[in-house]
């Protein structure tokens, strides 16, 4: 079975400040992982993805985030927050070898970004 | 080029009434995927389609909720005799390549209110 624990239901950062939001994850299988990030009122849009290459993977907007197989985590980051940055942000899991390419989404870590 | 798109944006019905909810995927993907995110959780899987036909209905709650894909493009999300339940914002993501390591670009959503 796959599933998704997002650590925080909230974080709040101030503006220039690093950024982690945590992520745990439980798969059956080989997985790939994926972090979305949704602003109020628009549609998901994919940061990053682990599909088995690089275990640090890089994404747009300056986040990055590294997957500890030992440690079963998917933490997200960022060096410094930026008000652009406050939004929904979800941890999702798949099988990676799967050819049905379901999504186990994570129930969000609502990111709160202070001037 | 265009996205995912779906419509209605907001649909509110009455309960027991019947409702469609469509969506156009990105032009030339072959896998079509439907979840529900209700207030507070992470978007649920419905339904995925490869070409016509659903590969997997597994997330589909009961009976009352059936999806179509005739031509392998526009799907159609139709749900008979609504609940109160029902409520939720209605998502569908549209891939270029069926599995597990593939990007899912999302549409805005159609959010239903069951009254």
Redesign the interface.
């Known amino acids: 079975a796959q599933s998704?624990t997002q650590l925080d239901s909230h974080v709040s950062v101030s503006e220039g400040t690093p950024v982690l939001l945590r992520c745990n994850y439980s798969s059956s299988y080989s997985?790939?992982l994926?972090w979305?990030v949704q602003h109020p009122?628009?549609?998901?849009?994919?940061l990053l993805?682990y599909?088995s290459a690089a275990t640090l993977v890089k994404g747009i907007n300056g986040f990055e985030a590294e997957f500890k197989k030992s440690e079963t985590s998917f933490h997200l980051t960022k060096p410094s927050a930026h008000m652009s940055d406050a939004a929904e942000y979800?941890c999702?899991v798949?099988?990676?070898?799967?050819?049905?390419?379901?999504?186990?989404?994570?129930?969000?870590t609502q990111l709160t970004v202070w001037p | 080029g265009a996205g995912v798109s779906q419509t209605p944006s907001n649909k509110v019905t009455e309960k027991g009434k019947y409702v469609e909810l469509r969506c156009d995927p990105i032009s030339g993907h072959t896998a079509l995927y439907w979840y529900r995110q209700s207030l507070g959780q992470g978007p649920e899987f419905l339904i995925y389609f490869q070409g016509t036909g659903a590969a997997d209905d597994s997330g589909l709650p009961n009976d009352r909720f059936f999806a179509v894909r005739p031509e392998g493009s526009v799907s159609t999300l139709k749900i008979q005799r609504t609940e109160r339940g029902d409520s939720a914002v209605y998502l569908c993501a549209s891939s270029l390549s069926p599995g597990g390591r593939y990007e899912q670009y999302f549409g805005p959503g159609t959010r239903l209110t069951v009254t």
């Open positions: 998704v997985p790939s994926f979305y009122n628009k549609g998901l849009q994919l993805k599909t979800f999702v798949s099988v990676s070898g799967s050819t049905l390419g379901r999504l186990y989404f994570g129930r969000g």
